[in-house]
């Protein structure tokens, strides 16, 4: 019987209740695969799953992406062998933990010129960047848009994809040094929102039009501004909510505000066939083997010291991405 030392919850809450165990995942059945994880990505979303803000089953396992090697492989699986190394995202929360006991459908070989610390602090946020910028709204050379937490892991790859594909991406980040690695991400111009004020800003860079497009990942704090700052027949796309949840929308304040478009995705549903979520992979590692993602591990914490990973990505203490070490 394998074991595995992995953060579990017996309970939704506070970062308290993240609690390293050490537990029994079995052996893998002729479907399945065995991976010795060596880094685990760390996400807005695991703090959803861990505060309650989206349910879960209890006790629950925490974490949604990874990376690693496989050490087993069962009989039936042809696709993977002993010695890959692999990462995923999605899928039943369990992430954090030293080996994990898998389905193969949602593994993607780590090329070579890309480690597993990268592969782990790539995936999800690249994967969410591509769906955005490439299936989400219909963007073109020249277009501006803006998006918030520029300086966060999604933010600087959205900054750095953006420039691939000639958006003008404008960010918001908060203080100096933030805006400063922004732009040096290939953000058209950032704002800080701990002394500028956005929407007077985003109509002096665009000349007073206001944007296409806002990538709003902050909910209930921006919703305001983000509405504002679009132009006629805008879209506005609310994608997480590290301030709680936007209000609800009135139909009436969409037509009021410039027959604007209102949409709540999530790359569960960008990435729900096993197609979509194979290209959209392919597509983040492509631009990571040509030089133009570059994923920046801002902090590495252990995985015993996951709480503290938490706290400090919800008081705003990170940049880039952060990754946990089994």
């Known amino acids: 019987m394998v074991k595995a030392h992995a953060i579990r919850i017996e309970q939704q809450g506070g970062a308290d209740v993240l609690q390293l165990q050490e537990v029994e995942i079995g052996s893998p059945g002729p479907r399945e695969v065995l991976i010795r994880q060596t880094a685990c990505g760390l996400n807005f979303l695991d703090v959803y799953h861990r505060s309650g803000a989206y349910p879960l089953p209890m006790p629950s396992g925490i974490g949604s992406e990874a990376a690693g090697v496989v050490e087993a492989v069962g009989s039936e699986v042809a696709s993977l062998r002993v010695g890959d190394r692999v990462a995923y995202q999605g899928g039943a929360p369990g992430a954090y933990a030293d080996h994990r006991v898998m389905s193969p459908d949602r593994l993607v070989k780590v090329p070579d010129g890309a480690s597993n610390e990268q592969a782990a602090a790539v995936l999800l946020k690249g994967m969410t960047v591509e769906y955005l910028l490439n299936r ?167 995985l015993s010291e996951a709480a503290q990973a938490h706290r400090d990505l919800e008081e705003g203490r990170t940049s880039g991405s952060t990754i946990l070490i089994p």
């Open 136 to 302: 989400c709204v219909s963007l073109q050379p020249n277009d501006f848009a803006l998006m918030y937490a520029a300086a966060g892991g999604v933010g600087l790859l959205a900054g750095q994809w953006a420039k691939h594909l000639g958006v003008r991406l404008i960010g918001v980040a908060a203080g100096h040094e933030k805006c400063e690695r922004a732009l040096a991400n290939g953000y058209f111009a950032v704002i800080d929102r701990t002394r500028e004020d956005v929407l007077s800003r985003v109509k002096e860079i665009t000349g007073g039009k206001g944007v296409p497009v806002v990538f709003d990942s902050i909910g209930r704090a921006t919703f305001e501004t983000s509405i504002d700052s679009l132009a006629p027949r805008g879209v506005f796309v609310s994608f997480g909510a590290t301030s709680g949840p936007p209000p609800p929308v009135e139909a009436s304040l969409l037509q009021k505000k410039g027959s604007l478009y209102f949409t709540r995705p999530t790359l569960v549903h960008y990435a729900s066939s096993p197609e979509d979520y194979a290209a959209s992979a392919a597509a983040v590692f492509d631009l990571v083997a040509k030089g133009v993602l570059r994923p920046s591990i801002g902090q590495r914490y252990p």
